[in-house]
């Protein structure tokens, strides 16, 4: 049998004689005469096992084995308690300090073999257990990864097609599609500045940019008509919220779930007289309150082929003369608060003319 036994003992007869059995059965022996020296050496030496003697000068073995047990380094080092001392009240302090095993003086060396032999075998088998649950927490960790970065790659194309669904939608009478960026920047800060929880927040950030998507289906004598509606186009214009529904629904993706939500619901008005439910207050979904302010304020502050680009501030004042009736005033209130990031984040986006 090979391995490295830390044999300590403070009595010089005890360490030769236990030091000739253990060399004959293979073993390497290192001495140590206190509980301090042993605490050393364990750390040092690394032994497969210790035989620990109780009684000992400078620190017994009990403490010794207490600092060892508790000690990551020299924790998993199996210990045998070996004393004459062997008294019940030994036999508990020991047991405490996280002792392995315990054997009496004078010692059976048939009985010590045994049980050294045993415990080496699950020290064995605990480090093999350990190495193979390491591996496999490694190999777990590879394959997560690689599974993550899939997901993100998935989630990325996602996100990308989702983008690019929003940017169609508002082609026809926005070619940069910079409108549909700046909405979702501008929901982004609302949400925020609402104190929503980072997932709504993050979400509306892509789904807003969807909100007029039902622009697909009217025509374009409608949608980029250079001056007022007539009553009967209006409601043809009217349908691009029902149809922006229709398109979006059906989905799974937390993402398009919510887009489906802001196209139905972000032309209602906070007081009740906004299209096509006539909604009022917070019947409205959140995400469409938010989105009905920044849209209102971007396109009120573009150049489009049918009207002309107002300024900042008569859009700002607009919105703020419209809370309670047409705006969430909680919505408004934040848009007020944020109004100087939102103005950065149209002159970053802004449309090229």
Same mark, same amino acid.
């Given at each position: 049998?090979? *391995?490295?036994?830390?044999? +300590?003992?403070?009595?010089?007869?005890?360490?030769?004689?236990?030091?000739?059995? /253990?060399?004959?059965?293979?073993?390497?022996?290192?001495?140590?005469?206190? &509980?301090?020296?042993?605490?050393?050496?364990?750390?040092?030496?690394?032994?497969?096992?210790?035989?620990?003697?109780?009684?000992?000068?400078?620190?017994?073995?009990?403490?010794?084995?207490?600092?060892?047990?508790?000690?990551?380094? $020299?924790?998993?080092?199996?210990?045998?308690?070996?004393?004459?001392?062997?008294?019940?009240?030994?036999?508990?302090?020991?047991?405490?300090?996280?002792?392995?095993?315990?054997?009496?003086?004078?010692?059976?060396? +048939?009985?010590?073999?045994?049980?050294?032999?045993?415990? /080496?075998?699950?020290?064995?088998?605990?480090?093999?257990?350990? &190495?193979?649950? $390491?591996?496999?927490?490694?190999?777990?960790?590879?394959?997560?990864?690689?599974?993550?970065?899939?997901?993100?790659?998935?989630? =990325? =194309? %996602?996100?990308?097609?989702?983008?690019?669904? &929003?940017?169609?939608?508002?082609?026809?009478?926005?070619?940069? *599609?910079?409108?549909?960026?700046? #909405?979702?920047?501008?929901?982004? #800060?609302?949400?925020?500045?609402?104190?929503?929880?980072?997932?709504? #927040?993050?979400?509306?950030?892509?789904?807003?940019?969807?909100?007029?998507? &039902?622009?697909?289906?009217?025509?374009?004598?409608?949608?980029?008509?250079?001056?007022?509606?007539?009553?009967?186009?209006?409601?043809?214009?009217?349908?691009?919220?029902?149809?922006?529904?229709?398109?979006?629904?059906? %989905?799974?993706?937390?993402?398009?779930?919510?887009? @489906?939500?802001?196209?139905?619901?972000?032309?209602?008005?906070?007081?009740?007289?906004?299209?096509?439910?006539?909604?009022? *207050?917070?019947?409205?979904?959140?995400?469409?309150?938010?989105?009905?302010?920044?849209?209102?304020?971007?396109?009120?502050?573009?150049?489009? +082929?049918?009207?002309? %680009?107002?300024?900042?501030?008569?859009?700002?004042?607009?919105?703020?003369?419209?809370?309670?009736?047409?705006?969430?005033? @909680?919505? +408004?209130?934040?848009?007020?608060?944020?109004?100087? @990031?939102?103005?950065?984040?149209? @002159?970053?986006?802004?449309?090229?003319?």
């Amino acid at each position: 049998m090979e *391995g490295k036994i830390l044999n +300590v003992d403070d009595e010089e007869f005890n360490l030769e004689f236990l030091n000739a059995f /253990l060399t004959s059965r293979g073993f390497e022996v290192i001495d140590a005469k206190d &509980g301090r020296e042993a605490v050393i050496l364990a750390t040092e030496k690394k032994p497969d096992l210790i035989l620990m003697d109780i009684m000992m000068p400078i620190m017994d073995g009990i403490e010794a084995t207490r600092i060892l047990k508790r000690n990551k380094n $020299t924790k998993d080092i199996p210990i045998i308690i070996v004393t004459a001392a062997a008294h019940r009240e030994n036999k508990a302090r020991a047991a405490e300090a996280g002792a392995d095993e315990f054997i009496s003086k004078p010692i059976d060396l +048939v009985e010590l073999e045994i049980r050294i032999k045993n415990l /080496l075998k699950i020290r064995e088998y605990n480090a093999l257990k350990t &190495g193979y649950q $390491t591996h496999l927490e490694d190999e777990i960790f590879k394959k997560t990864e690689k599974l993550r970065k899939l997901l993100k790659e998935k989630e =990325l =194309l %996602s996100y990308e097609t989702i983008e690019k669904l &929003g940017v169609a939608g508002e082609y026809r009478d926005d070619e940069t *599609g910079k409108h549909v960026k700046r #909405v979702g920047k501008f929901s982004e #800060v609302i949400a925020e500045g609402i104190g929503l929880c980072k997932e709504f #927040v993050d979400t509306i950030k892509l789904a807003s940019p969807l909100h007029d998507i &039902g622009k697909i289906g009217i025509p374009d004598r409608i949608l980029l008509k250079p001056a007022s509606l007539t009553p009967e186009e209006f409601k043809v214009m009217m349908r691009h919220t029902i149809i922006g529904k229709k398109i979006l629904s059906g %989905s799974i993706n937390p993402v398009l779930k919510m887009a @489906e939500k802001i196209a139905f619901s972000h032309h209602e008005k906070w007081n009740g007289t906004g299209y096509p439910r006539g909604l009022k *207050g917070e019947e409205i979904p959140l995400e469409g309150r938010i989105v009905s302010v920044v849209d209102s304020f971007d396109a009120m502050t573009s150049k489009r +082929v049918y009207k002309k %680009s107002f300024s900042y501030d008569f859009a700002f004042n607009e919105i703020k003369k419209l809370s309670g009736s047409s705006y969430d005033p @909680e919505v +408004v209130k934040v848009f007020i608060e944020k109004f100087e @990031e939102i103005k950065k984040i149209k @002159e970053q986006y802004k449309d090229e003319n």
